[in-house]
């Protein structure tokens, strides 16, 4: 069990509870470095400021990251913008408040903004995320299995090839509720026969 203590490791501020911790980040250093510390339970805060990402950031052990504000304005995290690197894997943990831009989606694959992989998204701006051909989908987010709700996913862009769920597409039991999807674009044209990429212009769900 854990004591009631205050911590300042590598820049990043801890409060431990007896059950879970509290990691306040403001640099993107501190916030790699919090995800790779926390565990199940634990919370990850980030302060207004943009967090530059060298790669996808992986987050998971059912913890929590969300923005300080509670405004997704506030925070932004960025991908590198490399070829084929999305922004962020979750796997069963949440994100709270925060605008997510500048992510690739992997070469006739999924999620350039987001893959969830179980968990939740909520209160988030999905924007600016983009493919560059090949048969895609979910340019903003991939939902296999989590819940996305409240959140605005505008303005990001397929560049030529087949696309399924251009901006966003779901399957798996997901969840997706008061989704506003608007303002996504498929640049180039469509080719090949496979119809089975050529679903949803905007969104595309599978089992309800």
Request: aromatic share 6%; proline share 0%.
């Amino acid at each position: 069990m854990k004591k009631l203590m205050m911590a300042f490791a590598a820049g990043v501020a801890t409060v431990s509870g007896l059950f879970a911790e509290t990691y306040k980040v403001a640099t993107s250093e501190e916030l790699m470095t919090a995800v790779a510390n926390a565990g199940a339970g634990d919370e990850i805060v980030l302060a207004a400021n943009t967090y530059s990402l060298a790669g996808t950031l992986a987050v998971g052990e059912a913890i929590t990251v969300r923005g300080a504000t509670g405004d997704w304005k506030d925070v932004i995290i960025r991908g590198s913008g490399a070829a084929e690197e999305r922004v962020i894997y979750i796997q069963n943990a949440t994100l709270e408040s925060v605008t997510v831009t500048n992510g690739r989606v992997p070469y006739d694959g999924t999620g350039g903004g987001i893959y969830l992989d179980g968990g939740t998204v909520r209160n988030c701006r999905l924007t600016d995320n983009q493919s560059g051909g090949g048969n895609r989908g979910g340019i903003a987010i991939a939902n296999n299995g989590g819940t996305v709700v409240d959140c605005l996913i505008d303005g990001n862009t397929h560049s030529g090839g087949n696309c399924r769920g251009l901006a966003y597409v779901q399957w798996n039991g997901a969840i997706g509720e008061r989704l506003v999807i608007t303002n996504n674009v498929n640049t180039g044209a469509l080719h090949g026969s496979d119809g089975n990429w050529r679903q949803g212009g905007g969104a595309c769900v599978y089992g309800g």
